[in-house]
């Protein structure tokens, strides 16, 4: 069956780092493209980060644009999200999914951006 698991949340200061990794198993994960999402406390999930089945392509939220990255390793089965100068609104619970429209997401990973 279809898993994904992130890891590499955590307790951060604004202006600090993080990588996040979501490794995939039950399917053919070079066949698909995968995407961040994250979700706030009392706010809509929204789309992070997204990249193409090969990682020729990318797609970001403009509130990251410039400091995330979105990444892939189709020999490892893994998609990442390197997050650079974080601020205290990047604070959610992260999530990967398969493509953009499917069903199968994460557990999610929380992240918190506090001094």
């Known amino acids: 069956q279809v898993q994904l698991v992130e890891s590499g949340g955590g307790l951060v200061q604004p202006g600090g780092s993080l990588r996040l990794s979501c490794a995939a198993s039950?399917?053919?994960?070079?066949?698909?493209?995968m995407s961040w999402y994250r979700q706030a406390p009392g706010k809509e999930r929204e789309l992070v980060a997204f990249?193409?089945?090969?990682?020729?392509?990318?797609d970001y939220a403009d509130s990251v644009k410039g400091r995330f990255t979105i990444s892939r390793d189709n020999a490892k089965n893994t998609v990442y999200l390197q997050m650079n100068s974080l601020k205290p609104e990047d604070t959610a619970v992260y999530y990967c999914?398969?493509?953009?429209?499917?069903?199968?997401w994460g557990q999610g990973t929380q992240v918190i951006v506090s001094s």
């Open positions: 999914r398969r493509s953009r429209i499917s069903n199968y």
């Open positions: 039950g399917f053919t994960f070079s066949n698909y493209g």
């Open positions: 990249i193409s089945k090969t990682g020729d392509s990318t």
